[in-house]
């Protein structure tokens, strides 16, 4: 594990919080976007999610669990010290209020998840969150439940969003100017997979031009309202 030291070029390897002949391979990290401020760091391996409020120096676990194809999404204003971040991993949806201190499992409804297959596939938040209150997750499909489901009151309730009838999950990725209030376009965009929606998901159409096989995640420029510019990532291509 190693981290950028501020902006120097040089990188520090960091003291694994583990003890000797553990498994040691990390499957994620994330940085709190205050971290010049609080220091924090998160990185998940096959055990758990841990954090570190010292730049890395050391870590606590913050949640059991395999942090394997675990997926996060970060409500705007959150910092390491205080806020909300979403976790998901194969038992669920987590939550924490705290800046992931502690998480609590998130009840989704029957429709949204699957006591059988509860694996959530992708999670996002708009960026308008204090104002529209807008959030997806997208869990495992089974049968009738799971897929791609959709709040716009805080979590308090959800619904599926459906693809012409058809359940759909997989990582999701996010307008940066996301507004549910907004018209159609750059503020209703998102996509699933190599789906894309640009009215807040009552239709979809598929990307065209994206043959990448396996897609484990997408990025949508910071300019993306004048710039269009999405990544999509995967297996291959």
């Known amino acids: 594990r190693v981290r950028a030291a501020d902006v120097a070029a040089t990188l520090v390897r960091l003291t694994a919080p583990h003890a000797p002949g553990e498994n040691t391979e990390i499957y994620s990290t994330w940085g709190s976007p205050d971290y010049a401020t609080c ?55 987590y939550k924490s209020v705290n800046g992931g201190q502690a998480f609590s499992l998130v009840s989704l409804p029957a429709s949204c998840s699957s006591a059988a297959a509860p694996a959530i596939q992708g999670i996002a938040v708009s960026p308008n969150y204090a104002l529209d209150q807008t959030s997806y997750v997208a869990s495992t499909v089974n049968g009738a439940a799971g897929g791609l489901c959709k709040s716009v009151n805080g979590g308090a309730s959800w619904a599926q969003v459906l693809n012409g009838g058809t359940l759909i999950t997989g990582p999701i990725a996010i307008s940066p100017v996301y507004n549910e209030a907004g018209a159609s376009g750059p503020a209703k965009t998102l996509m699933i997979n190599s789906l894309r929606t640009t009215d807040g998901g009552a239709t979809w159409a598929a990307a065209s031009g994206c043959s990448i096989r396996g897609i484990s995640g997408g990025l949508f420029s910071p300019l993306y309202a004048p710039g269009s510019t999405v990544l999509l990532f995967g297996d291959g291509i």
């Open 39 to 93: 220091h924090v760091i998160f990185l998940g391996d096959a055990t758990a999610l841990m954090r570190s409020s010292d730049g890395g120096q050391s870590f606590a676990p913050a949640l059991a669990g395999s942090a394997g194809n675990a997926r996060y999404a970060v409500v705007p204003g959150c910092s390491g010290a205080g806020g909300t971040i979403y976790v998901g991993n194969l038992n669920g949806l």
